[in-house]
């Protein structure tokens, strides 16, 4: 299983940009798909983009576009750059392996708000 902590969320005008960073440690970093998430207040956790250990992604429609999210195996982090932030993009976002469940370990997250 992957430990992670993420930083780099803040405070940002509406199409200002945020990159988000997640420092992983445990299991075989380089092998697992790893992922990004986010849940804003009353919703659910949602899958925001995924990288491959490949080094494929994939996004979720509503950020396609404006995220990237990548990987660094030699540093074992994630990264996601968010540019043209819109206000529904206000949310907590976490880290984790890809198909991670409510039961699985998971970070404080980092708290990214949009707004003017």
């Known amino acids: 299983q992957v430990h992670v902590v993420e930083s780099g969320g803040g405070l940002v005008h509406p199409g200002g940009s945020l990159r988000l960073s997640c420092a992983a440690s445990?299991?075989?970093?380089?092998?697992?798909?790893m992922a990004w998430y986010r849940q804003a207040p009353g919703n659910e956790r949602d899958l925001v983009a995924h990288?491959?250990?490949?080094?494929?992604?994939n996004y979720a429609d509503s950020v396609k576009g404006r995220f990237t999210i990548s990987r660094d195996n030699a540093k074992n982090t994630v990264y996601l750059q968010m540019n043209s932030l819109k206000p529904e993009d206000t949310a907590v976002y976490y880290c984790?392996?890809?198909?991670?469940?409510?039961?699985?370990?998971w970070g404080q997250g980092t708290q990214v708000t949009v707004s003017s």
């Open positions: 984790n392996e890809l198909g991670a469940s409510t039961t699985d370990y």
């Open positions: 445990g299991s075989i970093f380089s092998m697992n798909a």
């Open positions: 990288v491959t250990s490949g080094g494929n992604t």
